[in-house]
């Protein structure tokens, strides 16, 4: 029997490793981390990430080949594939902070597996890693332990939050690196036999390790880019009159710009695309290329500016003072589908409405009181890093906020709403109730588009909707 262990059982590594277990029956997978509360959810009816479909997966392993474990050490030295999917945040302090990927805990986790292990091994990077990253592992790996050979594989990981089990049920593609030498190509191989369990040997893209850590920070970058252009492009149509959904839809039936990823937004958000693409910027200056590295340097300037452009247009039209006004937050996670809140839009507009002391009362289906204020009090990028991953996390109140359970509690005396994920329900709440509930005017800010924004002004609302006419 094949042993797996995975090192990091949060977003990537819980949901990779169940689909794994699932599709490999013959293969037992072992989750590992050393945050024992989470292990304990994962371990519990309430699983530590909200995710469409995730409770099935696991529920059908758990426990026949599927584990999740503070044993670090123990399975780690049993697996004959590792894969480490620990986070790697940017850095806050030192060389290259705001920008360069903080390592710390990925090579604490490549220092454990040489020290435990007592048979070969292959090891894979599947957190997301500045380029040539393996190169150095490989140097922890060999210099602590002479007699094991351990083979590093660059296997990142594309799923997006919301649709991970569906994403990795059926993925566009998995990238395999590793070296080129007989080695390499074996513990390829081996790596290729799990995946073939279910994706199409078409899928399975193997190329050589550096190739596959840069084509990650690649893919998001382009990813981010779009959005960015889409962003930027909303601007323009609020100045012109032109409609960025039109826009939107006329550029992507060109079969070479096609229709996804298209939607313009107050901002886009999630744990990965600032990191990776400051990561890329800081990567490129190491190398001397600052044109390149401005380049994609603009994409997060863009971001930014949207974010500051919503909480401007807020304020602006509510008669430049929103302080002591009532404002309803609907939706605080980064997009919808997932409680996940790292780098949401969410936190910078409501940072920038409590600068001008508005009083916000917020609302998400998924996302908890308690997360809620961490968020808004903790400083940039420091969400990522392991003190702040404990639920003993200090937060501090905010008198200015109220977190509440329903939509429409939030929105009760409000002066205005931003809404800021796209969750369903937002789209089907009777919005005649909701207008009789307001202070008037009654403003609608819509970060998502997604109300209607002609119906909403029949019933009195005066709607702001991204790149879209008034
Ligand atoms: P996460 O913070 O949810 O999970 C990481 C886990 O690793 C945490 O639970 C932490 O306690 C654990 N950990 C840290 N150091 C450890 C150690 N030495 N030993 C054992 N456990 C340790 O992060 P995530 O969202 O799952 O992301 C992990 C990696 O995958 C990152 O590099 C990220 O860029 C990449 N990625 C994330 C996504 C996503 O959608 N979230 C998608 C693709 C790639
Ligand atoms: C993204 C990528 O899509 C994944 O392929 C990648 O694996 C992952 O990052 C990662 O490396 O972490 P994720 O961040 O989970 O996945 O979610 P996305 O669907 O990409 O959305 C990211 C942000 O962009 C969200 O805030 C979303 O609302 C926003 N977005 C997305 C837009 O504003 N407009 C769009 O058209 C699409």
């Known amino acids: 029997m094949v042993k797996i262990c995975c090192i990091g059982a949060g977003y990537v590594g819980g949901p990779t490793m169940a689909v794994i277990a699932f599709k490999c029956p013959e293969i037992e997978v072992v989750v590992v981390d050393i945050a024992a509360p989470r292990i304990n959810a994962w371990n519990s009816d309430h699983l ?9 997966v696991v529920k059908q392993c758990r426990g026949k080949n599927l584990f999740f474990s503070t044993d670090v050490e123990k399975h780690v030295a049993e697996a004959d594939i590792v894969f480490v999917s620990v986070n790697t945040p940017t850095k806050t302090q030192g060389l290259g902070a705001g920008k360069a990927a903080d390592l710390t805990y990925w090579e604490s986790a490549a220092r454990m597996i040489a020290d435990v292990s007592k048979s070969d091994k292959i090891v894979v990077e599947k957190s997301t890693v500045p380029v040539k990253t393996a190169e150095a592992i490989e140097r922890i790996l060999t210099h602590n332990r002479k007699g094991i050979n351990f083979n590093i594989l660059s296997n990142p990981e594309f799923l997006a939050e919301g649709t991970a089990i569906a994403d990795l049920f059926n993925p566009d593609r998995v990238l395999i690196g590793g070296r080129e030498t007989p080695e390499g190509q074996k513990a390829i191989k081996a790596l290729k036999d799990v995946y073939a369990h279910w994706v199409p040997d078409d899928r399975i893209l193997c190329t050589n390790l550096w190739s596959a850590e840069l084509s990650k920070l690649a893919a998001n970058a382009f990813l981010a880019q779009r959005i960015s252009s889409v962003n930027a492009m909303s601007a323009l149509c609020e100045a012109t009159g032109a409609d960025v959904s039109q826009v939107s839809h006329s550029i992507g039936t060109d079969s070479r710009i096609g229709p996804k990823f298209l939607n313009a937004s107050v901002g886009f958000g999630g744990s990965c695309f600032q990191k990776d693409i400051l990561n890329l910027v800081y990567i490129c200056e190491c190398n001397g290329l600052p044109e390149v590295a401005n380049y994609w340097k603009q994409v997060i300037k863009v971001n930014d500016y949207q974010k500051t452009r919503f909480v401007n247009r807020v304020v602006s039209s509510m008669f430049n003072t929103v302080s002591g006004k ?23 507009v409501c940072k920038g409405l409590l600068g001008d002391k508005a ?48 939509a429409y509690e939030a929105i009760k005396d409000a002066h205005g709403i931003c809404i800021l994920t796209e969750w369903e329900e937002f789209k089907k709440l009777d919005y005649q109730k909701v207008y009789e509930n307001m202070q008037k005017p009654a403003f609608v800010f819509d970060g998502r588009n997604v109300v209607d924004a002609n119906k909403l002004r029949e019933i009195g609302f005066i709607v702001y909707s991204i790149g879209k006419p008034l």
């Open 359 to 406: 009083k916000l009362a917020i609302y998400d289906p998924q996302v908890t009181e308690e997360q809620i204020l961490k968020d808004l009090s903790m400083k940039k990028f420091d969400w990522d890093h392991p003190a702040h991953l404990q639920p003993s996390s200090p937060t501090t109140s905010n008198k200015q906020v109220s977190v509440v359970w329903d």
């Open 48 to 56: 530590p990430i909200y995710e469409p479909g995730l409770d099935d």
């Open 326 to 348: 009532k404002i309803a937050i609907l939706g605080f996670a980064f997009k919808k589908d997932t409680g996940d809140t790292r780098e949401t839009p969410a936190i910078d």
